[in-house]
């Protein structure tokens, strides 16, 4: 296994606390129900920069673009909602930006002016579901290469996508691209995301492109045409586990080392316990993705994942080719309710591995004489094998447009076949230091579970 060079969390939490702490005026008074940092943020509209913390049950407008600067951060405690009324607005975070929603009083960070089209009617039309089509979508939070430190814990992070103008905020940023909802840029930073909800956008949810921790969230509607829902690049190295995709355009999590340099370590993502479902279908190029994608030098560990009527399945690309010594995965299970799904359960063309611990076992349907990569013919499994979702029926390929949770629930029944199928004698490779901490850090790492997918028959796993 290759050696990483990374500096430990510690560090990164010692940072953050130092930051906000620097000044008598901005020291962190702890409670045992809130935490504040610096002075409390009274404006009702946030524009400019800003520092200090935003109060709980309040309501704020992000009138324009807001920049934390490096040295100084910005807390959102439970219970607080930001809603973007400029589509040219941006949050750039030069310095540590802290979002602690909590499980009965979550953050919101979205567009009100947009109404969520969640029906048959926009999931087979695209086009007219505003959340890829709306003007009001706007820029996301764009992380520096100074910062950090970002924390996302219960939030809802919505409808991001907008096109930069004549001056983005970063020089990773082009005028008339479409934005990401977050860009982290930072090989030696933190970036946490867990327990939370990114709904919506035109592109890429996410390129954490340093050390992340990525749990126990929802992903829906990510990219209209093309784009990823966690697409980390060039030194991001981490975990994504316990997480719900549906409706991707392309792939829910993919890595790749593409841009990487010699001041950053190789990509390296542990993928674990995530459900995907009906991923792929809104990608426009031929032969790309739908789930899981390891590419140009990334590699990684990704097992017990549930894969659900995704156009493609497992993918290892072999132009540019990923380090495919160093990827190791298997007890994956795929359902498919169509030839053309079915048949892809091992994409044509690329070098996914056919691991004997998959599901279905790929003796009983591939060929004989399969080698990677080659086209193959397996109606004998369409529709087998169902999962058994509580509120979710398959058996019928026109579910697959369907890119929203509302209504329906993934979680497994009691009798389902993914229930104690995973593999738990394995160790995920973590950030180096990675510290739990309730404010500065993940709240927990969920181990590898014994149900393949991200909810589990014992309550852990996925809490939506």
Known sequence: MKQLSLIGLALIAGIALFTACKKKSDATSLSAKQTQIGSAITSDTLCGTIKGTMISGKTYLLTCPVTIDFGDTVLMQRGVTINVVNPQAYILVQGVFLSIGTKDSANWITVKSITKQDNTSTATNP????????????LGIQCDTSCPL????????????GAFGTTPPMSADKSGSTAWAVNFTNPNGLFVFEDSWMYGGVDD????NGKFCIMRSTFEKEGYIGGDCIN???GGVGVAAFNMFVGCATNGTKSSDKGSSTTAPTTQTDYYNNTYVNG????QQTGR???INYEQGAFGQSYNNLIVDCKFGFRIVGNPIADTADCHYGYNYSYGDADSIVDQFYPVGYN???VSTNIPKPSTFLPAAYALGVTYDAPSIVGKNDPLFVGYTLGTSANINIDYVSGFNFHLQSNSPAIAAGYTSWTPHLPAGLVVDPIFGPSAITTPGKDIGCYQSDGSGNQH
């Open 280 to 283: 792929g279908y809104r990608q």
């Open 232 to 234: 980390p690049k060039q």
């Open 289 to 291: 993705g739908g789930d």
């Open 127 to 138: 086009s007219s579901d505003p959340a890829f089509s709306s003007p009001s979508l706007w």
């Open 205 to 208: 949810g996410m390129r954490p």
């Open 352 to 354: 996914s591995d056919p």
């Open 150 to 161: 970002v924390v996302m814990k219960w939030t809802h992070l919505e409808f991001v996508g």
